[in-house]
């Protein structure tokens, strides 16, 4: 069963969207920035009635999302089907227009973030896993792996951000590339297990929200199904204040943003976000884009993430690129890879 019936809008829940919001407001982002925006002036009429009123995460409120007169999804669809249609053409109109390409990649990428977050509202509310096939499943082994190795490196100077001569899109939290200075560190080359997080668990500390133990043995949902725990898996669904008592739990601690990004290259990354020190703020000379309130509203109170998850699209990987949540985020594909305290 997919997102329909009452599916479309859910249990109303803080940390998720109706799921019919969230698809309408990703076609609303597109004609916002790539069809109705004008440099600061008035915007262009929206193709849809009173779009601003039901879309606007800016101005919308969260709690009010799940009482607004959606259209229905047939008519989003048609809505998103629209704006495409009309974006493309204007591309077609206009190949020479770098701001309309910028926010055509925007909009691109802001759609597989919202793609992302409709994955793991599907975790979140316990539905099938919207890409998995038909006949398969997450029957795990429990197979029990080492503890992985710790890659170390030299301190010095270290560049941070995006530099301008970078072909990808490059977010406003990401500008511009500068010097820091990194000590010498030891970072784990893989993320925390959870054989090694059910250590912790044994010992005393919290499990994590999916699992569970039955008949003697620990269990994760993945979703609709349960299964045995995989052990070599990283641990998923971990929230920065859990990575944090973790760390204390085994003596090590969460590397910091540069640390991180400075390790990359050398280590495996991509399976779950990974939790860092660091906490979500401006690099020196930060100006904001035009969506204004991709990044700047955020600044102070949120943590930033880095690698990728398993439902992360393809176009988003990079080791500059900074996710950011609250520290009691565990709903979303996150966990954490330590560093050890000797080191640093």
Known sequence: MGIDGERLLGPQLAIVNPPLWEIGHVGWFQE?????????????????????????????????RWGLPLPS????????QNVLVKTLDRLAREPDNE??????????????????????????????????????????????????????FAGGSFRLGAERDEQRFVFDNEKWAHDVEVKPFAIAARPVSNAQYLRYVEAGGAAPRYWRKADGE??????????????DEPVRHVSWNEAQAYCRWAGERLPTEAEWTRAA???????????????????????????????????????????????????????????FYTPDRGDVFAGLRTCRMDAR
């Open 218 to 231: 620990w269990r994760e949902r993945r979703f609709d199904r349960w299964a045995l725990l995989a052990s």
């Open 73 to 80: 999804l047939a008519a989003t669809r048609a809505y998103l």
């Open 265 to 323: 290259s050398a280590m495996r990354w991509g399976d779950i976000w990974e939790w860092t020190a660091s906490t979500f703020a401006p690099f020196p000379g930060f100006s904001a884009d035009p969506y204004a309130d991709y990044s700047q509203p955020w600044f102070g109170t949120h943590q930033v993430l880095k690698g990728a998850s398993f439902a992360t699209p393809p176009r988003l990987l990079s080791a500059a690129f900074r996710n």
């Open 32 to 64: 916002h920035w790539c069809l109705r925006w004008r440099n600061g002036k008035e915007l262009a009429p929206s193709i849809l009635p009173n779009a601003d009123a039901l879309y606007n995460s800016s101005t919308v409120a969260h709690d009010t």
């Open 99 to 152: 701001s309309l390409a910028y926010f055509v990649r925007l909009a691109t990428l802001h759609e597989g973030m919202h793609a992302e977050a409709l994955h793991y509202t599907h975790q979140t509310h316990g539905y099938a896993e919207p890409l998995r096939k038909s006949g398969s499943g997450t029957d795990f082994t429990g197979k029990l792996v080492p503890d992985p190795d710790f890659l170390e």
